[in-house]
C-alpha cells in the first residue's frame, strides 16, 4: 500500500503522468486509482433503441474509466497556446508548446500515425474570417477521431499495465497531507510519497471539498453557455476541408459579448454529456469514413466571467442546464427558424425539417432556458457565419441545447503545478489550468519530469 507516486483519476492526465514517470524512472513504485472501469468495459448504456436517453448510472462510461473525458471524444489535439488552457502561464509558452508537440509524438507512435494534422496557419479562411469581423484562432490539431483515439489508449494501457498498479472503481474519498500522504477509498489507505491529483471536470466538486479540507485557496469565476449546432455537412465544407477545427471568435455588437466556435465535428453526431447527473450536450466524430453522418456539429458557447460577491461560475451554468433537463428530460432541440419565430420547436417541426437529427433529444424552446443576453449572442453569431458560410442561419439549423462548458475552479497551484503542500501535485482539468486533452495530458509529462528529476 505504500508508493513513490500515486495518481488520482486515469484520464490524459493521469495517464500521461505515468508514462513519463515510467519511461524516467522503471523503479518507482506507482499506483493509479480511478473511479470508474478499465477501458474495455465502458459501455454508455444508450443504445437509441431500448434506451434513448441518459439513465444516469453511477459512474458514467462517457466520462469516467481508463481514458477520462477524452476516451470517446473526438480526439482533437490541439497544439496552442491560443485555447485549450493556461498551461503557458505556468510553464511558459515554448515549453506549453514542446510538451504538447511530445504528447503528439507519444500518440503517433502507439497507433495514432494515420491520422491527419491540420493547421490554420496562412489559411484562405483567416482573411474571409477577418473580412467579416470573425476571428480564427492560430492553431495545428490533430485529429484522431473516436475510433484511433481509442486504439492509442489499448495501446498505452498495454504497455502501462505490467509497470503501473491500476486499480479502477476505487473514488477517492480522502487524501490527508502527512508524510506520506494518505488517500482513502472508503475505509482502504494507500500512502504515496507525492500525489498526483487529475480527476478532470467530473471530479470537480469532489476537487474543491478536498481544497477546503487541505486549506488550499481557489477560484471560480467563469463558465461558457451556449448551444450544439447541427447543419448539412456541405454547409461547412470549405471551413472543415481546410482547417478541421476552427475556432472563430465574434465580438457580438449588442452586449460586446464573445462568442465562439468550439469543438466541431465535421460530418459528426451530436451525443448527451453527462456531468454530476446533469445533461449536456457534446459532439463526436470518426475519422473512419464509413460512420461518416451527413451532418457537422459544433458548438457557439457564451464566455461569462463573474466578478465580486459571485463566486460558484459552475453553480450558474449548472441551473441553466438543469431547467433544459426540467423542461425536456434532457437536451432540449430547436430549429433556428422556430427560434427566431418565437414558437417551439415540435416533433411534427423537426421531422418536417431538412436537417436530420443526430441524437434524440426533446424538441422545445430554447428562449426559455438560455438567459436572454446569451441567446441574443447566439443568434447574432449565427447570422455573423452566415457570411462565410451561407446556409448556416437557415430555418432548419438545428439547436441543441444546453452546451455548457464548466471551468473547474482555478487551484491554487505554483509554476510547478504543485500545491502549497510539497508533493501535491494537480493537473489537467481538475485544476482549472487546462480543458483540453492536449493541454491536460501536458501537464501530466510536465509533472512526472518534475517528480523523476527529483
Ligand atoms: C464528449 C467529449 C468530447 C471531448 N472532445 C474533446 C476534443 O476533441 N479535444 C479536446 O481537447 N478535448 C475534448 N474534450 C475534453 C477532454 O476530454 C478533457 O479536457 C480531458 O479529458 C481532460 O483530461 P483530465 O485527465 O484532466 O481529466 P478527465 O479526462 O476528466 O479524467 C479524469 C478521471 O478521473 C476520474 N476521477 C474523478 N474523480 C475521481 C476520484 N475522486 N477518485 C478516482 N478517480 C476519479 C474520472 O473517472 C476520470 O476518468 C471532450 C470531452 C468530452 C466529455
Redesign the pocket.
Known amino acids: 500500500m505504500q508508493y513513490d507516486v500515486i495518481i ?7 495517464i500521461f503522468s505515468a508514462y513519463e514517470l515510467v519511461k524516467l524512472n522503471k523503479d518507482l513504485k506507482i499506483l493509479v ?4 472501469t478499465p477501458l474495455a468495459q465502458r459501455n454508455c448504456p444508450i443504445d437509441g433503441k431500448k434506451i434513448k436517453s441518459c439513465i444516469n448510472c453511477k ?1 458514467c462510461a ?4 481508463f ?4 476516451a ?7 497544439i496552442t497556446n491560443e485555447f ?1 488552457g493556461n498551461l503557458h502561464e505556468y510553464v511558459g509558452k515554448k515549453e506549453a508548446l514542446e510538451l504538447m508537440n511530445y504528447v503528439d509524438e507519444i500518440n503517433m507512435k502507439h497507433g495514432g500515425s494515420n491520422a491527419r494534422k491540420f493547421s490554420t496557419a496562412n489559411s484562405a479562411l483567416k482573411k474571409k474570417c477577418l473580412e467579416n469581423d470573425l476571428h480564427l484562432l492560430d492553431a495545428s490539431v490533430r485529429h484522431l477521431g473516436t475510433d484511433l483515439n481509442y486504439i492509442i489508449l489499448e495501446n498505452l494501457y498495454e504497455l502501462l499495465k505490467d509497470q503501473v498498479d491500476f486499480k479502477f472503481h ?3 474519498d480522502n487524501i490527508v497531507a502527512n508524510d506520506p500522504y494518505e488517500v482513502y477509498v472508503k475505509d482502504e489507505v494507500y500512502l504515496g510519497k507525492q500525489v498526483i491529483v ?6 470537480s466538486k ?1 476537487m474543491q471539498k478536498i481544497c477546503d479540507n487541505l486549506d488550499i485557496e481557489t477560484k471560480s469565476n467563469r463558465v461558457d453557455i451556449g448551444v450544439r449546432v447541427e447543419i448539412p455537412a456541405a454547409i461547412f465544407e470549405t471551413i472543415t476541408d481546410e482547417v478541421y477545427e476552427s475556432k472563430i471568435v465574434y465580438r457580438t455588437k449588442k452586449f460586446q459579448d464573445k462568442v465562439r466556435t468550439f ?1 466541431m465535428n465535421p460530418k459528426g453526431i451530436v ?1 448527451n ?1 453527462n456531468t454530476n447527473g446533469i445533461i449536456t450536450v ?1 459532439g ?1 466524430s470518426y475519422e473512419d469514413e464509413s460512420k461518416f453522418s451527413d451532418n457537422t456539429n459544433f458548438a457557439l458557447l457564451v464566455s461569462n466571467h463573474f466578478s465580486e460577491p459571485f463566486k460558484d461560475s459552475n453553480e450558474y451554468g449548472e441551473s441553466i442546464a438543469k431547467l433544459s433537463n426540467m423542461l425536456g428530460g434532457g437536451v432540449l432541440v430547436q430549429r433556428f427558424g422556430d427560434l427566431i419565430r418565437g414558437q417551439r420547436s415540435t416533433p411534427s417541426r423537426i421531422e418536417g425539417g431538412f436537417v436530420t437529427p443526430s441524437l434524440t433529444a426533446t424538441p422545445g424552446d430554447l428562449s426559455l432556458v438560455i438567459p436572454k443576453r446569451q441567446m441574443d449572442d447566439i443568434i447574432e453569431m449565427i447570422y455573423a457565419l452566415d457570411k462565410i458560410a451561407p446556409g448556416t442561419a437557415s430555418d432548419d439549423t438545428l439547436l441543441y441545447g444546453v452546451e455548457v462548458k464548466f471551468y473547474n475552479l482555478q487551484v491554487d497551484v505554483n509554476k510547478n503545478l504543485e500545491t502549497e503542500h510539497k508533493g501535491l501535485y494537480v ?4 485544476s482549472g489550468v ?5 493541454h ?1 495530458s501536458a501537464s501530466g509529462v510536465f509533472v512526472a519530469r518534475q517528480i523523476a528529476e527529483k
Open positions: 488520482i483519476g486515469a484520464g490524459p492526465g493521469g486509482l480511478e473511479s470508474g459512474s462517457i466520462m469516467n474509466g481514458g477520462g473525458a477524452g470517446f471524444s473526438d480526439g482533437k489535439y490541439n485549450g476505487k473514488q477517492v487529475s480527476t478532470g471536470r467530473s471530479g469532489w469543438c451525443v454529456e457534446n463526436h493537473i489537467g482539468d481538475c487546462t480543458h483540453s486533452l492536449s491536460a
